[in-house]
């Protein structure tokens, strides 16, 4: 995910007042009763970072099966949004919706992390080289560094609170 998806997700490139995704995903309901339509899906476990003694952090896996869903959840008429009736003047979208980032545990379907991306957060959705070594040798280091990390991280700018860790499944 880099700026020019968010950008586009969230300034207008769902076109329609129907928010309609060119075909990239249908309808579908959080638990806490917001609709939207489902951008993108796929298996991804979550990890969790830990602060260790020495400065450095320990990233272990969560052993919960998940995935990761990306919700365009649009701002219904007439309905109270804490987004839209915000007093402090939060950031709002020209098409009355948001970008949602869910990470939901397959087992009970119920999302554990939801995580609200707007364009002016500056998110970014990359690989993390994680150092190990790959499966079969030979190749140099770019290639072992594509076929094995199987690490990412969403960060909220450059904020090292707000980073988000996940593997591919």
Known sequence: MNADLLAMLSGGGLGGAAGGGGGMG???SSPNGGSGIELLKFKAGRMKAELQQNGKFLIS???RRGEI???WK???PGAASALSSSSSGGPTNANGGVLTFEWVDR???LPVTTL???PEDGCTF???YTGGAAAGGG??????RSSTDRVYVLQYGNSSERRFFFWMQ
């Open 26 to 28: 249908g309808d579908s």
């Open 61 to 63: 896996p969560d052993p």
């Open 69 to 71: 869903r990306m919700l």
């Open 74 to 76: 649009s701002n219904r």
């Open 107 to 109: 087992r009970t379907t």
């Open 116 to 118: 609200t991306i707007f």
């Open 126 to 128: 990359q690989r993390v």
């Open 139 to 144: 190749g140099d280091d770019n290639d072992r």
